[in-house]
């Protein structure tokens, strides 16, 4: 039936689950969530170190936020990670109660935490968690993530007095550490040219 032709109640209805609709999506993305920052392609250029930041993005009313621990893999053939410059940052009264971070595999960081025996805080902005620090071994623009929350450590979060784990969000979950696209193009460039130099020699 053409929208025109319509009677005035079947447009409103439209009109109405088409706002409730919109309204869903716009709550489903305020959402809070967990987040490793930088994200996505990361160009690094010349750079031989990276930190990747550890964020939680409360709801905007604010969450009550306690105790909680969480650990990351990361793609050891390109990065290495640097304990010593890895800081952990709770917010506050929150601390690191369980000792620091650290590596119980080639390519699995561990024990990233937070607790207190204060009441929980609420967080009412995008809050940090931990500053993590690599240094970069080679940069195989593959596509596939590099640093990764790891997903199969369940009820790892206290919100709102519930434990929950970091896949029970939309969290982002992990970055791609690449060369810079300027330098590849460059490359490619100048092996084309000294390519093109070589068949006129031959030629």
């Known amino acids: 039936m053409p929208i025109e032709r319509m009677g005035v109640p079947m447009r409103s209805k439209i009109l109405f689950l088409a706002m409730a609709f ?66 952990q940052t709770p917010p506050s009264p929150l601390t690191a109660l369980f000792g620091d971070p650290y590596l119980d595999s080639a390519d699995h960081i561990s024990n990233f935490n937070g607790a207190s025996f204060a009441a929980d805080p609420t967080i009412n902005t995008r809050t940090k968690l931990a500053s993590v620090a690599f240094n970069i071994m080679n940069t195989d623009d593959d596509g596939i993530a590099d640093v ?14 519930n434990s929950v784990s970091i896949t029970d969000q939309n969290s982002n979950l992990g970055a791609n550490v690449a060369p810079e696209p300027v330098s590849t193009i460059l490359f490619l460039s100048g092996g ?11 030629a």
């Open 22 to 87: 919109i309204m869903m999506l716009s709550s489903a993305a305020m959402a809070y969530n967990f987040e490793i920052s930088p994200t996505g392609r990361v160009d690094v250029g010349a750079a031989t170190s990276i930190n990747f930041d550890v964020f939680f993005n409360p709801d905007p009313a604010g969450n009550t936020f306690g105790t909680y621990s969480f650990a990351l893999f990361f793609d050891n053939s390109e990065l290495q990670w640097n304990a010593a410059s890895t800081t």
């Open 192 to 202: 084309a040219v000294m390519g093109i130099r070589r068949f006129w020699k031959k």
């Open 148 to 161: 990764w929350f790891d997903k199969t450590q369940l009820s790892s979060f206290t919100i709102g007095g």
